[in-house]
Each structure stands twice: as structure tokens, then as C-alpha cells.
């Protein structure tokens, strides 16, 4: 089986994980071990284990009705149950977006679907996830694949309301004429959760499948929360169809905006290929067709014929069901895989080394200092020592002196850094407030109020516009503040560097531009939602207002992440320079001590060597030992270089 299989990638991505989990945990028990661990050190690591453990991994598939998306999802990730898992049909399928994952915390697989009618409310999904109570559950019984295709088939069932009632929950498209009396076909959920323990959801992978492009347009937290939160949204087009208008729409709408961004990753899958296998021409031929569809396709969506893959997820699946290699190979599904596994995989990985990975890794270097410095000045004690056998007790009681003029000089300092800790903790709790939760709760029910109040898309669109103008401001006057605080920091270090000498130790300064770009994200789109030639329309209100919800949902999410992530470096901030303090502090006292003791009683000058060489021989032990550590944090992933014969360029004959 070929090594660049997604599913072997993925495992291979867990047990990084579990590696580096072991490491974290490693560190913290030697910095318990060596007395080296403080309150906030330990609090950090807790964080970070837990990031570790809760990072998930969403694969988002985005189409029109009826490209293959959920076929896709069967060919690639549950092709071992040996059936169609996820209902998949001509015409609309999937009827609510549906997330497939692994709920470590929950006792039983199930299946949670969210009433549509929830859409009445201004709770955002994201939100309604937090209360089980609002979702019908039902348990899911794993040990049968029928049974479980069986229960999946609730997620895509539809009701009949009338149209009034369609319209009132914003399911009717924009000036659709509606009769008194007349019945629509609704979706029966408006969202699906479905947790069970299968290997990859396991490791932290979630499948979002989507419905078509109304449901998209109809609800806008997908688009704004959900897609943009996906490491990877694989656009499906299918070959029976072509590049259509809808295609066009949601690809220049939903997809294409998300792409801009190195966080994510897009991949484009031209599906349904099969349909131009014709054994009545050569192979040659049909190649050609297949190539000339995807660069179409290419040309439409504006991108490189090579980042478009043609692929039959039909085939896919029954061939991998089959067990056969021939029919695989031609259904061309593996190249899209080893896309998953090469670009996707290695740049959530990228991510996860950025947040996690660094700041651990920035610990165990202040460690590895503080140790190293140690070792340093056993080293130096040592030879001051080797050197006083024979002499006379002037020389010690001067090189006692030295050291207590040294300590003095030293105190003065760590007083002034004192002072400036003071200004540096003043400042960055005005940052805090700047970007505290309760002042844009406290926006955030004005507007909700002002919106309940007025149902007119105008009212609406001014309620917007006053949210994220004030928003923006705030924003703007954090970014302020958070120039104020690194240029503190970094005058701190500078100053205690140079009036000291130690050495040179780099502060970490807090990043907020990705809070900055984010906001300005949600921003531009508010403004091109608010003046917008759809929303004028009054049916429109409904869906300007669930817009709203969402959008101020996830600015909410922007403001709750920077605080928390202002919270934690604040607290950080400062500590490599504290430790090297307290270490420098603490190093002049025992060399006093040492000379102290010395000059007391000659005999012990041969014990204290002999304390000090065996104090070396176990700092250069335990620089071994971290080092060892900080080679398993830094550890890349396994490489798993893809076979020549199915690597990603694979052609579909
Ligand atoms: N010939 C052929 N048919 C396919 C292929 N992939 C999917 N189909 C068929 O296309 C139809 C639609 O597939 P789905 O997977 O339900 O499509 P979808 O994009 O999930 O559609 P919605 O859920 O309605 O948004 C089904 O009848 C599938 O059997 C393929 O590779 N080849
Ligand atoms: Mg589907």
C-alpha cells in the first residue's frame, strides 16, 4: 500500500503528537525533579498539554448539490466499513452541514442534530454546541456498518412546512413568490454532530461535509465561522456537469476568499471522471478529454491546471472495497490523498509547532541557559579555587570583598527592575481592559436589543455598522497599546543587559496582527455585506440579521482569543529575565559562602573542590539530559516520501 495513504499520515501526525506530549510532560517532571519549576511555568504547560490534546485537524468539502462530496468522504476516510458510510444520492443530499468527529469526553458514539427551527433564535450554532439540551441525540451503534449507515440516514431527512413558515425561518430564496397555503420541503436539522471512534477522527480529525450553495448562503455561520476555520476546504466540481454558474458563484464567493491566506489550504477535486471512461476509445483519447475538462476548469477558477485533481469517488470507493488495485489506481483518489497528506498534514503541523512547539521549546532554552550558566560559573568557582591552594588569607578575604561590592551593585538594579516590572504589569493590564469581553458583552446586547427593536434591513445595517465601527476603534487602540508594552519590554531587557552584562537574553514580544488581520477580514466583509445590492431587499432581513449574529459572534471569538493570548504572554513575559535574577542572585551568595567557609577553616578548600566537581559532573548531566529533550520537542515529523509510482501527479487514464 502506498506510504503517502492520508490515513498512514495521519496516524504518523498522532504520533508526533503523542511523542511530543510525552516530551512536554517529560520536562515538566525533570523541572519538578531539578527545582527549576514555577507556578506560572506550570500553569503554561498544562495550557499547552491541553492545546496538544484538544488540537483537531477540519477537512471542510464545499460544493454545489450532487458534485460527489459526500462520496468523496466515503472513498477517502471510510472506505474500510465496506459500504457507503454517509448517505450519498442523485439530486440534494445532504441536507445540514455535518461535522464528523471524536468526542473523547463523551461516553457513547451518537449522532446530535440541531432542530432547524433553532434558527429562530439569535443563539449561534457555535454556541447551541456548548448545550446538548437543545440537540436531539441518538446513539450510535458502532459495532454494525449497516446499523450505522442505517442511523446516519436521519441527518438527511426533510419535512413539509408551508411556505409562510419557510419564509419565516429564511429558507425561501429572496423574492421567491409564495402562495398562501403552498408547501416546501425543508431540511428536518440545521446542523449534525456525529461522534464515534474511528482511528482518524481519533487523532484529531474532523470532516465537515456541506450542503449545496442555498443552504450556504442561508447559513452564514458556515461561511464565516466554519470554512475559514478549516485547515484545508476541498472544492469539489464534477465532470458530467462542467463548470456551471453555481459552481462559479460559490467558488468566487466561499472558496476562493479563503484562499489568500497560507493557513489554508484549498484543493480543488474535478469528480465524476468515470463518466468520460468510453471503452470505445483508446486510452489515449480519453486521457486527453479528461485533460482538456480540467483545464477548463482551471482556467475558470483562475488557478494552475496542476491544483485541480480529476478523480471518481464512485470508483474510489468500490475499488478500494474490491480490493482492486487496477480500478484505484484509475480512480485517481490517491493523488488527492497524498495532497492531504503532503501539503496539509506538514502545514497543520507548522501551525501547531508555531503556537506550541515554539513556546515550549522557548522554556526548555531558558532552562538549558539558566543550566548552562550554571555550569559556567561552578567552572569559574572551581579555578578561582584551584587557584587560591597555597595562598595566603588576604587574597581570599579580598576576593570576598569583591563579591559583596558585586552583590550591592546588583541589588540596585534588581530594584529598578523592580520599578519597571511595576510600570510593565500597569501597562499591559490597560492592554487587558482594552481588549476585555465585558465592554463588547455589553456592545454586543445594545445591539442585539437595537436589532430586535427594528425588523427594516436599514436599521439593521446601521446596528452594523455602529458595531463594527466601535469594534474597529477598539481594535485600533489596542494595537496602540500593544506597541507601548513590547517597546517596555524591550527596554527593560536592553537596560538590565547592559547595566549587567549578563547575557543577552531575547524578550518574546506579543503578535497581535493576526487578531489585527482577522478583525479587518471581518470587517471588509461586513462592509461589503452592508452595501451590498441583496440586502436592500426587506425578505432579506432575516438572513442580514442571522449574518450579524454570526459575524458578531466571531468578533467575539477574535476578542475572547487576544485576551486570553495577552493574558498568558504577560505572565510570560518577564519570567527568562526573573529567572536569570534570582540565578545570578543565588550564585554570588554561594560563592560568598564558599570563600566564607574557606577562609574560616583552611581544610575544607579540597571538600569544597570536590563539592564543586561533582556539582559540574551533574550540571553537565542534566544539560545532557535536556538537550535529549529538546531534541524529541523539535523532532519533525516522520517522513514519508511518497512512491514514485503514485506520487501526487498521478495520471487518470
Ligand atoms: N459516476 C459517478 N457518480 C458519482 C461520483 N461521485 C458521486 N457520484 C454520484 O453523484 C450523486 C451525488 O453524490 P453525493 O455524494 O450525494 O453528492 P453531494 O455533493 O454530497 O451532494 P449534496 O449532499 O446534495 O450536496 C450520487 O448519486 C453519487 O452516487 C463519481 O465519481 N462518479
Ligand atoms: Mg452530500
Excluded at 472495497?321 to 503532503?342: F, K, V, W, Y
Aim: overall charge negative; aromatic content about 6%; glycine content about 4%.
Amino acid at each position: 500500500m502506498a506510504k503517502d495513504r492520508f490515513t498512514d499520515q495521519m496516524q504518523a501526525y498522532g504520533r508526533w503528537k503523542h511523542d511530543l506530549i510525552e516530551a512536554v510532560m517529560k520536562y515538566q517532571n525533570w523541572l519538578d525533579e531539578n527545582g527549576m519549576s514555577t507556578p506560572e511555568a506550570e500553569l503554561r504547560i498544562f495550557e499547552l498539554i491541553d492545546a496538544l490534546r484538544s488540537d483537531q485537524l477540519t477537512i471542510a468539502f464545499v460544493a454545489e448539490f450532487a458534485r460527489g462530496k459526500t462520496e468523496l468522504i466515503n472513498a477517502i476516510f471510510f472506505s474500510e466499513y465496506d459500504r457507503r458510510l454517509l448517505p450519498s444520492e442523485a439530486g440534494r443530499t445532504t441536507m445540514c452541514p455535518t461535522e464528523l468527529l471524536y468526542d473523547s469526553e463523551a461516553d457513547q458514539s451518537y449522532i446530535r442534530l440541531l432542530p432547524i427551527e433553532t434558527r429562530l433564535e439569535d443563539t449561534s450554532i457555535q454556541e447551541f454546541k456548548k448545550q446538548p439540551i437543545h440537540w436531539t441525540t441518538i446513539e450510535l451503534d458502532t459495532g454494525s456498518s449497516e446499523k450505522m449507515a442505517d442511523a446516519f440516514r436521519e441527518v438527511v431527512r426533510t419535512k413539509t412546512v408551508t411556505a409562510e413558515r419557510a419564509q419565516e425561518l429564511g429558507l425561501l430564496e429572496p423574492g421567491q413568490p409564495v402562495e398562501a397555503g403552498e408547501k416546501v420541503t425543508i431540511p428536518m436539522w440545521r446542523h449534525a454532530l456525529i461522534s464515534f471512534p474511528h482511528p482518524l477522527l481519533k487523532e484529531g480529525l474532523t470532516i465537515l461535509d456541506t450542503p449545496g450553495l442555498n443552504a450556504l448562503g442561508a447559513e452564514p455561520e458556515l461561511t464565516l465561522n466554519m470554512l475559514p476555520n478549516a485547515q484545508a476546504v476541498v472544492f469539489v466540481l464534477a465532470a458530467d456537469t462542467g463548470v456551471t454558474k453555481s459552481d462559479m458563484e460559490m467558488w468566487n464567493h466561499h472558496v476562493k476568499p479563503l484562499g489568500g491566506d497560507a493557513r489554508h489550504g484549498r484543493i480543488v477535486a474535478l469528480n465524476k471522471v468515470d463518466t468520460l471512461w468510453d471503452e470505445l476509445k483508446d486510452e489515449a483519447t480519453v486521457a486527453a478529454t479528461i485533460r482538456a475538462q480540467r483545464d477548463t476548469a482551471a482556467k475558470m477558477l483562475g488557478i494552475d491546471p496542476e491544483n485541480v485533481f480529476p478523480v471518481s469517488a464512485q470508483k474510489g470507493l468500490l475499488a478500494k472495497i474490491r480490493h482492486d488495485q487496477e480500478l484505484l489506481e484509475r480512480s485517481n483518489i490517491l493523488a488527492l490523498e497524498s495532497i492531504l497528506s503532503q501539503d496539509i498534514l506538514p502545514q497543520k503541523q507548522h501551525i501547531v509547532r508555531e503556537n506550541v512547539v515554539s513556546e515550549v521549546g522557548a522554556m526548555a532554552q531558558t532552562s538549558r541557559d539558566l543550566l548552562a550558566s550554571r555550569l559556567a560559573d561552578a567552572n569559574k568557582q572551581l579555578s578561582e579555587l584551584r587557584n587560591l591552594s597555597g595562598k595566603n588569607e588576604d587574597v581570599i578575604a579580598h576576593l570576598m570583598k569583591k563579591t559583596r561590592e558585586e552583590q550591592i551593585t546588583y541589588h540596585k538594579s534588581v530594584e529598578s527592575f523592580q520599578a519597571n516590572r511595576k510600570i510593565f504589569s500597569e501597562q499591559h493590564k490597560l492592554l487587558l481592559k482594552t481588549l476585555s469581553l465585558a465592554e463588547l458583552d455589553r456592545l454586543m446586547s445594545k445591539t442585539r436589543k437595537e436589532m430586535t427593536k427594528t425588523w427594516t434591513t436599514a436599521g439593521l445595517k446601521a446596528a452594523m455598522k455602529e458595531f463594527f465601527d466601535i469594534t474597529n476603534n477598539t481594535i485600533r487602540e489596542a494595537g496602540q497599546q500593544v506597541d507601548k508594552v513590547n517597546t517596555l519590554v524591550q527596554t527593560i531587557y536592553r537596560k538590565f543587559h547592559q547595566e549587567h552584562g549578563l547575557a543577552e537574553v531575547k524578550p518574546k514580544l506579543f503578535s497581535f496582527t493576526r487578531y489585527k488581520r482577522e478583525m479587518e477580514r471581518l470587517y471588509h466583509e461586513a462592509e461589503a455585506y452592508r452595501t451590498s445590492p441583496l440586502t436592500t431587499m426587506t425578505e432579506q432581513s432575516f438572513v442580514v440579521k442571522k449574518f450579524f449574529i454570526s459575524m458578531v459572534s466571531h468578533a467575539r471569538n477574535v476578542f475572547f482569543n487576544a485576551h486570553q493570548d495577552a493574558e498568558a504572554w504577560g505572565k510570560a513575559a518577564m519570567a527568562p529575565l526573573v529567572a536569570r535574577i534570582k540565578e545570578h542572585k543565588s550564585q554570588m551568595e554561594r560563592r560568598l559562602e564558599s570563600l566564607r567557609r574557606i577562609n574560616e577553616s583552611r581544610d575544607t578548600l579540597q571538600s569544597r573542590i570536590e563539592a564543586l566537581e561533582k556539582q559540574v559532573a551533574k550540571l553537565s548531566r542534566q544539560l545532557a539530559d535536556i538537550d535529549a529533550m529538546m531534541e524529541t520537542i523539535n523532532k519533525p515529523l516522520e517522513s514519508f516520501m511518497p512512491e514514485a509510482e503514485d506520487s501526487g501527479s498521478a495520471q487518470v487514464a
